[in-house]
Structures are given as C-alpha cells and as structure tokens.
C-alpha cells in the first residue's frame, strides 16, 4: 500500500472523485418527540409515523444511549438518544428520501442566479 499525503496528485484525485459538489447547509426541521414506548415492554420502540415497532441499530459500541431506528412498515428513520433500560430518552424523526430531495432542490434553486 502506497501512503499518499495531502500534496500528492493522487490524493488529490482521490478526494476528487470522493466529493460530488461542495457541502452546503440544508436548514430542515426534525420533529423531536419523548419515547413513545409499548406499555408492555420499554425497550419496543413505536414508530411516529405509524405506531409500528422501530428496529433499532447501535452505530457505536461506546456510545450504547445513541441509537438508530428504523421502521420496516412505514420506512421512516429516526435518532434515538436514550438509556434502553429507561423510560426516558428522545427520538427525532428523520426526512425522508423525498423531504431531503425537495429541500436540496430549493437550496440549488436558491443559489442558482448568486
């Protein structure tokens, strides 16, 4: 393995390749909401969306209070930030793949005639 550094012509194409266009700030709105849990059983998770249980995913070992959840009824994905042996924690709704979409949309028809 060759080790490229920021200076090489290589890294640079790399880096290239690896960003489409530069990053730019997408203002959205997220509804944050407490747990909504089932009365039966703290750790299931209900979708707000549709009520149905979300699958949660833990990214980070370090980090077992940040959660990912997804519902596999409606599709919606959402952040969760809670001690799963706690009733207490917040989950925020994520856009979906069409509220991101329109919103990028904006932001480059916003820019377009700067």
């Given at each position: 393995?060759?080790?490229?550094?920021?200076?090489?012509?290589?890294?640079?194409?790399?880096?290239?390749?690896?960003?489409?266009?530069?990053?730019?700030?997408?203002?959205?709105?997220?509804?944050?909401?407490?747990?909504?849990?089932?009365?039966?059983?703290?750790?299931?998770?209900?979708?707000?969306?549709?009520?149905?249980?979300?699958?949660?995913?833990?990214?980070?070992?370090?980090?077992?209070?940040?959660?990912?959840?997804?519902c596999d009824h409606?599709?919606?994905?959402?952040?969760?930030?809670?001690?799963?042996?706690?009733?207490?924690?917040?989950?925020?709704?994520?856009?979906?793949?069409?509220?991101?979409?329109?919103?990028?949309?904006?932001?480059?028809?916003?820019?377009?005639?700067?």
């Open positions: 393995m060759v080790a490229l550094d920021r200076k090489s012509v290589a890294f640079a194409a790399i880096e290239e390749a690896c960003v489409s266009s530069s990053p730019k700030s997408l203002p959205v709105t997220m509804p944050v909401s407490a747990l909504s849990h089932s009365p039966a059983d703290s750790d299931w998770v209900c979708c707000l969306n549709c009520g149905e249980h979300l699958d949660q995913i833990q990214p980070e070992t370090q980090l077992p209070e940040r959660l990912v959840g997804s409606c599709g919606r994905w959402y952040l969760l930030d809670w001690d799963p042996g706690s009733l207490k924690g917040l989950m925020v709704l994520l856009p979906s793949h069409e509220e991101l979409m329109n919103g990028y949309e904006s932001l480059r028809g916003d820019t377009a005639g700067h």
